[in-house]
């Protein structure tokens, strides 16, 4: 089952994603999709701010992971759009991570898709012009 969220601006995405944060548990995986500057950076923001994660959140993109340990479950923020195949994955520590005592974030997920958990929920963030410059489509499944 797909459910679709219309944002109209930053603050709908960072708030959307808000509440994804607080519903998360432990071991859950997010699969983060998008183009380039769709708001994934934001949505991601949204996302610790629900898990109550204050410290400034940036793209882990040269980093591929950023760890963030102050909210009330851990969030392991992946960004694997430069990872050149999944066995770079394990020296991220992915393995210990994924499906473990906190949350996965994953940017790019359709990258290293074959070692994605089958239960991991996709979310995919999509603009439409026509419908304004700030306006996105996010899709949860």
């Known amino acids: 089952m797909t459910e679709k969220f219309e944002s109209f601006s930053r603050e709908d995405t960072f708030e959307y994603a808000k509440k ?3 519903q998360a548990k432990p071991g859950d995986v997010y699969c983060l999709s998008g183009d380039l500057g769709v708001g994934k950076t934001v949505f991601a923001q949204g996302f610790g701010a629900g898990l109550g994660i204050t410290e ?3 793209s882990p993109t040269f980093t591929i992971l950023q760890e963030y ?7 392991y923020h992946y960004d694997v759009y430069r990872v050149g195949d999944v066995d770079e994955m394990e020296e991220t520590g992915f393995y210990e991570y994924v499906g473990g005592d906190g949350v996965a974030l994953i940017e790019w997920a ?7 958990p089958k239960t991991a929920k996709h979310i995919l963030i999509e603009k439409d012009v026509e419908k304004g410059f700030d306006y996105r489509t996010i899709s949860v499944e």
Not at 69 to 75: A, D, N, S, Y
Not at 110 to 116: A, R
């Open 20 to 22: 994804l944060g607080e």
């Open 110 to 116: 359709e990258l290293i898709e074959e070692i994605i």
């Open 69 to 75: 340990t102050e909210g009330r479950l851990p969030l």
């Open 56 to 58: 400034p959140m940036s």
